[in-house]
């Protein structure tokens, strides 16, 4: 069990008993508990078995060294973060700095002083307790902000005429994935989904402005076409350099079935025939956008049935494939398979089916509609 806060527990690794019982006793006055190994093998038994808050680690043992031990244990996730401080007899310089390569925290030469010792290790222990504390509240801010960009993303049951369903998974807690459902007139919906460049927390607050542009210029008053323009005009202006989102953009007459598509860059949608014929990959050229300020966008037009199926989604859907074309045609064929599925349904589904036996490695989306 990890060593609580107020008493952690040190174990300390020497194969002098003499140095070990000397060490302990200046720790145990001071208030810690201790444990103990003379060898490699008794110190991996002990940190495996006692989850120790900070290790006092001999240089030379009798069946291998420090070094190799620290080493390995810096490779562990779960004693990565355990600080580890070096012990020897040697005073070389060039000892020293292998002991930090490695991923050693401190180093102490014997003849060992107690005062030292103490002071050394109450050091480091602050110092990992201010990391454990400062990584809890990174953790809680993200997770605000992942509940925050959820938020952002409209519910089927909030816009029932739009006869959608969507499936989000990111790869951080929040993440540069995204989508929009926006009602843009009389029987007319407007879906979006973009995949910011990045995976980091600067990705997902863009997303943020993303929509705020998106609801300016999404309506009657606009072609599809001139809300992408104008979306990627204003973009341009404040995205840092290198930053950029890839975005499909689709306006569907639920009333008429006809459907505008957008292309920024971004893979391409598919639809599903209710008739049983095979899927329609609408492939467009386009620029990405935010990048360039002259950029030019893919724009199609076609007419749905109804009963007919448009999904959107993001590349991290089809990346885990050996080849782009491979996982387009892997998506396409989840798609079909779920034809006879209520979408609600249908669109988990197809993501489970094309991520089985898969870790995602990037942010994964699927939007599915109906006219």
Known sequence: MQGQINNPLVLVVDDDPSIVRTICGFLKRAGFR???????????????????????????????????????LKSQAAAFATPILFISASD????????????????????????????????????KQAYERLSELQADRLQRLASAQQDLMPQPEEIPCARFHASIRQVLTAGGDFYDVIPAGQDVVDYLVADASGHDLAASLWTASLKALAADYAGPLHLPGEVV???????????PSGAFFTLLYARLNHRTGHLTLVSAGHPPAIVIPVNGANPAILRQEGDVMGAF???VFGVVELTLNPGDRLYLYTDGLIENSFS???????LAGACVR?????????????????????????????????P
């Not at 070389?92 to 002071?119: Q, W």
């Open 338 to 370: 779920g034809r006879s599925l209520p979408l609600a349904e249908a669109v988990p589904a197809v993501v489970a089916e094309v991520m089985a036996g898969s870790t995602p490695t990037d942010d994964l989306l699927l939007l599915g509609a109906e």
């Open 229 to 239: 323009r104008a979306i990627n005009s204003s973009l341009c202006r404040f995205l």
């Open 34 to 72: 201790t444990a103990s190994a003379g060898d490699v093998a008794g110190a991996l038994q002990g940190i495996r078995g006692q989850s120790p808050d900070l290790i006092l680690l001999d240089v030379n043992l009798p069946d291998g060294s420090g070094f190799d031990v620290c080493r390995s």
């Open 92 to 127: 070389d310089t060039s000892t020293k700095v292998r002991g930090f390569e490695v991923g050693g925290l401190d180093y102490i030469t014997k003849p060992i002083v107690g005062a030292e010792v103490i002071a050394r290790v109450r050091t480091h222990l602050r110092l």
């Open 293 to 295: 300020p002259d950029a």
């Open 324 to 330: 782009y074309e491979d996982g387009l045609q892997r």
